[in-house]
């Protein structure tokens, strides 16, 4: 299965309910099974759940695993509710996904889409063409 792909297309279906970009950032959350309500931190800190399996990320954000689509998502909605600083710290110190790895890229990523919508640089329209673009294989 090509994982960003369906990553893109899930953003592109939320973004069509009209949610706030804070509500759009979080509810993109639940792609990695972390959820909405008071338990989001549970979910969070136990890595959510992979419910968008395979591949077709880029190389740069690619950790040959099935779980990236999951570590993006995951890490927007962790984003969405402490912010950029504190989620990047906890990706390097606790993670520990070094700015060299892919993980570390791809949490970069996130930190900078969640960045992007919500100081209203990126439209959540154009959110899923900001995945293909940046994170998907150029074949996607």
Not at 1 to 27: T, V
Not at 69 to 78: D, K, L, N
């Amino acid at each position: 299965m090509d994982a960003c792909a369906a990553l893109a297309d899930s953003i592109a279906r939320l973004a069509e309910r009209g949610y706030s970009d804070r509500r759009f950032l979080k509810e993109l959350g639940r792609i990695a099974g972390v959820r909405r309500g008071p338990l989001w931190l549970f979910d969070a800190a136990r890595g959510g759940r992979n419910r968008l399996h395979g591949r077709g990320f880029r190389r740069s954000v690619d950790d040959d695993t099935d779980g990236q689509a999951r570590h993006f998502a995951g890490t927007v909605a962790v984003t969405a509710r402490i912010g950029g600083r504190l989620t990047r710290w906890l990706t390097v110190t606790v993670l520990r996904d070094g700015p060299g790895t892919a993980d570390g890229r791809l949490s970069e990523e996130a930190i900078d889409f969640a960045r992007a919508i919500r100081s209203g640089e990126l439209a959540q329209a154009d959110a899923s063409g900001w995945v293909r673009r940046r994170l998907c294989h150029a074949s996607a």
